[in-house]
């Protein structure tokens, strides 16, 4: 069965402090990987990986997959309050359309 | 304008009431999704739409229906509504050329 499990369930941190989100996945046919971010409601686009080893940045966020080791990680440098939200993984097999979406990882950043 | 909105976004109803909940969207995509978010279960497919003639079902199918009328529009339907049935209800939509999702922004079901 398909799968995606993401940790920690919850982090809360500082502002200024760098965390790191995890994503572990098992698909058949693994075609990408997505993070969102989401804060009151819609889940938000953030990263999109296809390729093993290529990391993607927007500012302080950047994200790195593993397709060996089968995960991903989202860092966030120099967190903000702003920052604080769930942030979900999801995982897209080949052949499908499909998404298979985490619990995701509540972050709470403290002023 | 929002490129993808659902209607309702609140709704409060009796058991066993008929419900349906739909999205439109006016990005121009052929893939269109329903999930359910229930606190620490993350987001879960109930179905998915690939154009008008195509619906599939996903993990939590069973007490829901849906209807694509048109490329644009994706209803999701509720014949009978249970209380566990309460939850986030987001539409999502993709395009065939790329993998990423576009989430309307959701609509709250309370079946009581």
């Known amino acids: 069965e398909d799968k995606v499990v993401q940790s920690p369930l919850s982090l809360v941190v500082h502002e200024g402090d760098t965390v790191t989100l995890n994503c572990s996945y098992e698909?058949?046919?693994?075609?990408?990987l997505l993070w969102y971010k989401q804060e009151k409601k819609a889940p938000t686009f953030l990263f999109m990986l296809t390729s093993s080893g290529i990391e993607k940045k927007s500012g302080r966020l950047s994200s790195i997959l593993d397709k060996k080791e089968l995960f991903s990680i989202l860092n966030i440098t120099a967190t903000q309050t702003g920052d604080s939200a769930v942030y979900l993984c999801?995982?897209?097999?080949?052949?499908?359309?499909?998404?298979?979406f985490g619990t995701g990882t509540r972050l709470k950043v403290l002023a | 304008d929002a490129d993808v909105t659902q209607t309702p976004r609140n709704r409060i109803t009796k058991t066993g009431k008929r419900i349906m909940l739909e999205c439109s969207q006016t990005k121009g995509h052929d893939r269109m999704y329903w999930y359910r978010q229930d606190p620490g279960l993350g987001l879960r497919l109930i179905y998915y739409?690939?154009?008008?003639?195509?619906?599939n079902k996903g993990e939590i199918s069973d007490g829901y229906s849906v209807s694509r009328q048109a490329q644009a529009k994706f209803s999701l339907s509720l014949e009978s509504a249970i209380p566990n049935q309460t939850a986030l209800y987001f539409c999502a939509t993709a395009a065939s050329s790329y993998n990423e999702q576009f989430f309307g922004p959701g609509t709250r079901l309370t079946v009581l």
């Open positions: 999801a995982v897209s097999p080949s052949g499908t359309y499909k998404y298979i």
């Open positions: 698909v058949t046919n693994f075609r990408s």
């Open positions: 739409s690939f154009d008008v003639k195509d619906i």
